[in-house]
């Protein structure tokens, strides 16, 4: 209580003192430092503190700046709308696209069933699948359709009341959108440190209407209504077979004994995590796939006019990620399996689902195809030999074509055009290649289109903009303000003057320094006021990008140990079968293992690409 009271008054009260006292005892150009001071005191208390909602505190810099003298209104608010954010919009239509036409789910359901059924298989596809689909899709998007596959996995393990009523039942104390600074068991919206606790409307993390909930159902955990996957797998065509008790071919299996039963408990604890932690990784991978990334691109933008392009970022990160996600896998695998009590684990189910979606349909291939041209022209915009965008005399941006491949998906239908052949040479050829039969000749007369009987929607709606994050855009938004009052207050300099004596460290400590401190402060805060706080501040120093600014901003992302440090992470202990106990041990190996390999990695392949 008393924490709270000092996070949502003392904080004010601080920043007020700050700068009354710079007007009155401190230089005229100190005295704007000292305001930015206590402005920078008053967001992060309130980040850290989830007084307001995150996207509320980001809104602050537009009210305190101008009133405390630190910049003009108009200034300030063209941070919350310059090039960055459009590179992330656009890619947030992208990305609502593939959710709203299932998409993401026929990858899930391809990469499961293509691991096979062994435990190292399995635990293989809940670590790939969500890795791979959180480069371009929301961190909390991912997870909250991954778990549902894999905690119907682990029922068959250990029966049909794991993340049922197995689940616990402890209410959150601030669930709502305010709520305190506690620890695992606070709100996630007042407990959640991360900034895409909005990012998925709360009918896509819960599975299932409240208004359809057994009178069993669990209530609230931090925040997150459990989840209910009886529903969910119902809806998704994996239904669990209660488990161990029978065989194949319906007969009764002899009893096992506890070890065995603890051993399927552990290995169904390790196919969840798994989902949250390699979205956490995956994020961490493209420029679009975690706000810290964008806020460096902004950040590089603003105080240095260097351009940090998507492939650039992409050959960087992609074999970073690749090898912590190998690590983590690994990891797992040892941790959470057991040889002598092997667990019995059947993934037909998958498969079946996934011959029950039939071919792709006409959205979801519109959809891949406007997603591979966005990906090629982000990843050829520069290039050795010239991009693009030099044909353009070097004026268009990676938002260009994020933007672009928005603005088609409003106008592309989600049926054939009147003009699409129903047969054809190339359609003769891919059925023939396909081993299909070849579809009977009809007469010239007769039509060959398939024509809709009422004019198609868009494959996206402006009603579909709705579900848009946009608490995560103001909140990269007011990050992109805060940077922005740091450079016009003259505080850059004086912080950059006294961490002067940085520049005599050795380099390899460096980046173990910069990324162990984000790695902590992450933990308890999100991860975008983390980078808004950090980035401003390293950017400026007079050394390589490598050794501390590219590492802090990668560790942003490093939230492995407690439930609240990331929406995934909140997802997985809501549904019961995780403690925070099961995340403590391996979130911090994560953490230690994550550190290490972004020092390293920003060390060699850094020095050569930044």
């Known amino acids: 209580r008393v924490a709270a009271w000092c996070a949502a008054y003392g904080a004010p009260l601080a920043c007020l003192a700050l700068t009354a006292g710079g007007r009155l005892f401190a230089s005229e150009a100190a005295a704007p430092q000292l305001a930015m001071l206590g402005a920078i005191v008053w967001m992060a208390a309130w980040w850290v503190g989830e007084v307001v909602p995150l996207a ?25 709308f310059n090039d960055t954010l459009m590179l992330f919009l656009g890619s947030f239509v992208v990305a609502l696209a593939v959710q709203k036409h299932g998409l993401h789910r ?81 709100g996630v919206n007042g407990g959640v440190r991360d900034e895409e606790a909005g990012d998925v409307p709360e009918q896509t993390v819960v599975c299932g209407d409240s ?78 796939g975690t706000a810290p990334n964008g806020m460096l691109v902004g950040v590089l933008q603003s105080f240095t006019g260097k351009e940090l392009s998507f492939a650039t970022w992409l050959a960087f990160a992609v074999p970073l990620c690749c090898a912590l ?30 011959r029950a979606l039939g071919p792709m349909s006409w959205e979801e291939r519109t959809i891949s195809g406007v997603f591979l041209v966005m990906v090629f022209l982000w990843l050829t915009r520069h290039g050795p030999l010239g991009g693009w965008a030099d044909w353009f005399g070097g004026m268009p941006s990676d938002a260009v074509a994020s933007m672009g491949a928005a603005v088609v998906l409003f106008l592309l239908p989600t049926a054939p055009p009147i003009w699409w052949p129903r047969g ?45 994050p946009w608490a995560v855009v103001l909140l990269m938004g007011g990050g992109f303000a805060l940077s922005d009052g740091i450079k016009e207050s003259g505080m850059l300099e004086s912080l950059s003057g006294g961490v002067v004596a940085l520049s005599h460290w050795p380099s390899w400590i460096l980046p173990l320094a910069s990324a162990g401190v984000v790695t902590v402060v992450t933990e308890v805060a999100s991860n975008t006021a983390t980078a808004s706080i950090f980035l401003p501040v390293l950017v400026k ?70």
């Open 56 to 80: 509320a505190t980001a809104l602050v810099p537009l009210v305190i700046f101008p009133l405390l003298g630190i910049t003009s209104s108009r200034v300030i608010a063209k941070s919350y």
């Open 424 to 468: 054809g040479p190339l359609a003769a050829c891919l059925r023939r290649a396909r081993g299909r039969p070849a579809l009977p000749r009809v007469p010239s007369a007769s039509v060959r289109y398939d024509v809709a009987a009422a004019p198609s929607e868009p494959i996206v709606n402006w009603e579909d903009m709705k579900e848009l």
């Open 325 to 354: 996600v190998l690590f983590l896998w690994l990891y797992f695998c040892y941790h959470f399996t057991s040889k002598a009590h092997p667990p019995d684990l059947e993934v037909s189910q998958l498969r079946t689902q996934l």
């Open 541 to 610: 120093l007079d050394l390589p990008y490598n050794l501390m600014l590219i590492p802090a901003t990668l560790a942003c992302s490093l939230a492995f140990m407690l439930p609240n440090a990331t929406p995934p992470n909140a997802i997985v202990y809501s549904t019961g079968i995780i403690e925070v106990k099961d995340m403590l041990l391996p979130g911090l190996i994560l953490n230690v293992a994550g550190v290490i390999f972004v020092a390293l990695w920003s060390l060699t392949a850094g020095h050569v690409l930044f």
């Open 106 to 186: 026929r990858v899930a359901l391809n990469t499961l069933a293509l691991t096979g059924s062994s435990p190292r298989g399995v635990l293989l596809g809940c670590i790939l699948a969500p890795f791979v689909l959180s480069m371009w899709i929301s961190n909390t998007a991912t997870c909250a359709m991954m778990v549902p596959m894999a905690l119907t996995m682990a029922r068959q393990l250990c029966g049909p009341t794991v993340g049922g009523k197995g689940a616990h039942t402890e209410a959150s104390a601030g669930g709502g959108d305010g709520g305190g600074a506690g620890g695992p068991g606070a």
């Open 211 to 288: 208004s359809e909930r057994s009178p069993e159902a669990p209530s609230k955990r931090g925040g997150y209504r459990s989840l209910e996957l009886d529903q969910e797998g119902e809806n998704q065509g994996l239904r669990a077979n209660g488990g161990s008790s029978s065989g194949p071919n319906g007969e009764e299996k002899p009893p096992r004994g506890p070890e065995w039963a603890a051993a399927q408990e552990r290995f169904a604890k390790g196919m969840v995590l798994g989902v949250a932690y390699a979205a956490n990784i995956g994020g961490m991978a493209t420029l679009i």
